[in-house]
């Protein structure tokens, strides 16, 4: 890896994201911007990595995400054994014939704002799902984002739309008279961020992940020209559970890797040939294996709670603090003695975590005043008590800045 195409925080060591051609929002812009769309949401990837002629003549895109499939981790299950084809895969990229290279996610390292900015190809700040969790000024209260309860009194927020009017890949590709399949757990129909996501597109969801390759076929049968996005959130769950360089997640890697096969076979039987395709394989962020010794229930600290207007939000790695006026200083001073690193919403900005633009003023209040990264790979957890959550420290975690939450494998080849 050229570890100098990626900026380090000074002090912390964590990895800044790259929104300028080196994350995962600039590979979107540059599939979108090969089917013809001019209004890119991002700038396209980098031309240093992206090698001339990927693109030229492809009419398929099978545009695989792995959940919490980090680079490091990916790395990671291919030593080990866990991912044969996906080994073969690479090397077959890596000796020209396509593209094996890290990108960054977007921060916060969270399905809710780096998959968003996946299926948007736009980075938080324009899609408008900052976290998990968040402060929501139309509802004065906190929020969780994807499940659309008020952290107050527990209770579901009727016609709750956290998003920003930015639009799908798949409205961006349906202007160009492009099908898009996306093809995800069955269970998400219909969910908050299913919507958003998945809009525009025909919706093929599945009760077993295994039979994936047949879906693909259908749709890549359906259609001239075809986007398919191919969601696997089973890897994740499990790198929650067991952590993400355990022999069981290891397991569920062998699984993504049998079936990321199939689909490429399946898909080559079908058409006898594939030059016109063109398979991408990324994640939406890694995870990294927790730090007990320095992870903190927040639940059980009033010292800190007391200080602040609203509960915490945010990510158990990147936590959105809200301190009572006048209390920043003593917020974020309780913080920095227990080892986080602390930053307001504006020096977030001058260090590059949330975009150059202009922040959307609502958006800016989601944040916080103050984003905390609990020390080394610890987490700071806090449930709102009327919830009715229980509180748990995750074997393995994702949401701050990590190499091994922020760097997401981009492999590309032609069939
Ligand atoms: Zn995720």
Not at 67 to 92: I, T, W
Not at 384 to 399: D, K, Q, W, Y
Request: aromatic share 10%.
């Amino acid at each position: 890896m050229n570890d100098s195409m990626f900026k380090k925080l000074p002090n912390h060591g964590g990895i800044v994201p790259r929104y300028d051609g080196f994350s995962t929002v600039n590979l979107v812009s540059s599939l979108l911007k090969h089917y013809g769309v001019r209004e890119l949401p991002s700038p396209v990837l980098d031309s240093s990595i992206l090698k001339t002629g990927l693109f030229d003549g492809v009419k398929n895109v099978v545009f695989v995400i792995v959940d919490a499939l980090g680079y490091n981790q990916l790395r990671h299950y291919m030593s080990s054994g866990a991912m044969p084809n996906m080994e073969r895969f690479v090397k077959n990229a890596e000796d020209g014939n396509g593209l094996f290279q890290p990108l960054t996610t977007v921060f916060p390292s969270t399905t809710a704002a780096a998959l968003t900015a996946i299926y948007t190809g736009a980075i938080p700040t324009k899609h408008g799902l900052s976290s998990f969790s968040a402060y929501i000024p139309e509802i004065e209260d906190v929020a969780n984002l994807v499940f659309s309860y008020s952290f107050s009194d527990g209770k579901k927020i009727e016609n709750f739309h956290p998003f920003l009017q930015q639009p799908s890949i798949s409205q961006f590709l349906s202007d160009m008279n492009i099908t898009s399949t996306s093809i995800t757990d069955k269970s998400f129909k219909g969910s908050l961020l299913s919507a958003v996501h998945h809009r525009a597109s025909v919706f093929s969801g599945y009760s077993f992940p295994s039979t994936i390759p047949t879906l693909a076929v259908d749709a890549l049968r359906a259609n001239e020209q075809n986007f398919i996005s191919v969601y696997w959130p089973g890897l994740d769950a499990c790198a929650h559970k067991y952590g993400p360089f355990s022999k069981e997640t290891e397991d569920e890697a062998h699984a993504v890797d049998a079936t990321f096969n199939r689909i490429v076979q399946q898909l080559k039987d079908t058409k006898g040939g594939m030059d016109d395709t063109l398979f991408v394989l990324t994640a939406d962020h890694g995870q990294v294996l927790n730090d007990e010794d320095q992870s903190l229930n927040l639940n059980s600290h009033p010292e800190l709670l007391s200080k602040l207007r609203l509960p915490p939000a945010g990510e158990r790695r990147s936590l959105y603090l809200y301190p009572k006026k006048g209390g920043e200083q003593a917020v974020r001073e309780w913080a920095q003695e227990k080892g986080a690193t602390v930053f307001t919403r504006e020096e977030a900005q001058l260090i590059g975590l949330v975009g150059d633009d202009k922040m959307d003023a609502n958006w800016a209040k989601r944040i916080g005043e103050l984003i905390v990264l609990p020390p080394g790979k610890s987490q700071w957890v806090y449930d709102p008590p009327m919830a009715g959550g229980s509180l748990s420290f995750f074997r393995g975690a994702h949401g701050g800045l990590h190499e091994d939450e922020m760097l997401v494998p981009c492999l590309m080849w032609r069939g």
